[in-house]
């Protein structure tokens, strides 16, 4: 599947942005829909994932009650992001793979997924 994102951009401190992620298809099964990001000099990493198979969704600790992850009836996952602070300024990817969001309660890093999309830029800053 052909995954492509978009929606980011410039916001102030404080500020929201959604992001979308479009697939090329809608896949079925049990697949992990998840956003990562990789800000500069540092490791890419999860920021949030929902499963198919029950639209369970799981959020990085330092996003947690500020971002929210959807997928709608056609597969475009969104992530919701409000409250951001400078911190949150990195270049964001959606990722899909077989299986599950987490396994042992740890999310799955980038090395698991199989399908990526271009990453889309979010600079938090005034």
């Known amino acids: 599947v052909q995954l492509q994102a978009y929606g980011g951009g410039l916001v102030r401190p404080g500020g929201s942005l959604k992001l979308s992620c479009a697939a090329s298809?809608?896949?079925?099964?049990?697949?992990?829909m998840s956003w990562f990001r990789q800000a500069a000099g540092k490791e890419r990493k999860v920021v949030s994932c929902i499963s198919s198979r029950d639209g369970s969704t799981y959020y990085e600790e330092s996003v947690k009650g500020r971002f929210t992850i959807s997928r709608d009836n056609r597969g475009t996952v969104s992530l919701q992001m409000n409250s951001l602070n400078p911190e949150d300024t990195a270049v964001y990817s959606c990722?899909?793979?077989?299986?599950?969001?987490?396994?042992?309660?740890?999310?799955?890093?980038?090395?698991?997924?199989?399908?990526w999309g271009q990453g889309t830029l979010v600079t938090v800053s005034s």
């Open positions: 990722a899909e793979a077989p299986g599950p969001c987490a396994r042992d309660g740890v999310l799955r890093g980038p090395d698991e997924y199989t399908d």
């Open positions: 298809e809608f896949t079925s099964g049990y697949r992990a």
